[in-house]
């Protein structure tokens, strides 16, 4: 744990992947603490959180707030049992909130995502590993109801000023980053991270055009005025601007990638991701490379550049212009 301004604290928590922390913010208030994103519900990351609040001479019954940035395991997971802890209310973003509201008794994991993977092509046995690997990652995370909302623009003050939300969807519907003018600091929870790119993807519960989404983000998050990035994975840096030019210049090269494994000859999104990325990969890399296959696909689908026919069920896909195979 180490500062991250005035009145804010940055507090590292352990993941158990090979993306092995996920950085946690706590904010001082007027009569209590804003803690933004929670971690896993893991004992290892609520022991280092517990921790982290000790240092700090606090414990949970601080925590007055809890605000999400978005849906992933690694930011919510831990929001119902912290909840439970301190008392305090959920806040999150109402269409990301959905996604993580309490399953019927009747709702089968992985019941709607099965039938989205075979429709791009991905076999059964690669499907089975990649609902046990995914079922693993649940138990990591508790589903729960939202207390409050939080829209893009909103305001929350805090000790060294206050952070406006600003949206920026692209690696989730409807992430939140926040940004405090009066420190200069963007907290871009996973829209811009230190040494990676973060997985823009296409999944079943979330089509359309991510990748043009996020483009539009970086735009909005071009324009502020920002001396240090504080992200949710990774240090805090600086040259935000020439991090975006960099992230633009990455996805027109993996365009350029997908187009020249696409060619002429109809192939789905994921024998194009397994050209790409490579096929030994484990099953969790294999599904996110899909998707982020099918975000590029969707992106120059949209600029005339590839088309897409359906066959025996499955999505294919071939270079615009060229006689079908």
């Known amino acids: 744990m180490w500062p991250a301004g005035e009145g804010a604290w940055q507090i590292r928590l352990p993941l158990p992947w090979a993306l092995n922390s996920v950085n946690v913010f706590l904010f001082r208030q007027s009569g209590g603490y804003l803690l933004l994103d929670t971690g896993l519900k893991t004992d290892e990351s609520l022991l ?14 601080v925590i007055t707030r809890i605000l999400i940035s978005h849906m992933h395991p690694d930011h919510v997971g831990a929001a119902a049992e912290i909840r439970r802890r301190s008392g305090a209310p959920i806040r999150m973003h109402p269409r990301e909130a959905e996604m993580v509201k309490p399953r019927g008794p009747d709702h089968k994991f992985f019941e709607r995502a099965e039938p989205y993977m075979h429709a791009h092509g991905v076999p059964q046995a690669d499907i089975d590993a990649m609902r046990e690997e995914a ?34 969807p692209g690696h989730s519907p409807a992430m939140l980053c926040f940004h405090c003018p009066e420190q200069r600091l963007l907290f871009s929870t996973d829209a811009i991270l230190e040494r990676t790119t973060p997985n823009i993807g296409v999944h ?86 899909m998707a982020e296959a099918l975000a590029h696909l969707e992106y120059v689908f949209r600029e005339g550049r590839v088309e897409q026919r359906l066959q025996n069920g499955v999505t294919l896909w071939k270079a615009a212009g060229h006689a079908a195979g």
């Open 135 to 168: 079922s693993g990652v649940s138990e990591r995370m508790e589903r729960f109801v939202a207390d409050e909302s939080i829209a893009g623009g909103d305001t929350i003050e805090f000790a060294g000023g206050a952070l406006r939300a600003v949206m920026a």
């Open 204 to 289: 079943w519960f979330y089509q359309g055009n991510p990748l043009g989404e996020y483009l539009n983000s970086l735009r909005t998050l071009e324009l502020l005025d920002v001396d240090k990035v504080l992200p949710s994975h990774g240090r805090p840096f600086q040259g935000h601007r020439e991090w975006i030019a960099g992230v633009r210049g990455h996805h027109r090269k993996r365009c350029a990638q997908i187009l020249a494994a696409v060619g002429g000859r109809p192939l789905s999104a994921y024998e194009i991701a397994g050209a790409v990325w490579g096929e030994d990969r484990p099953a969790a890399a294999r599904r996110f490379a």
């Open 48 to 61: 280092a959180l517990e921790a982290a609040l000790a240092g700090l001479n606090l414990d949970w019954r």
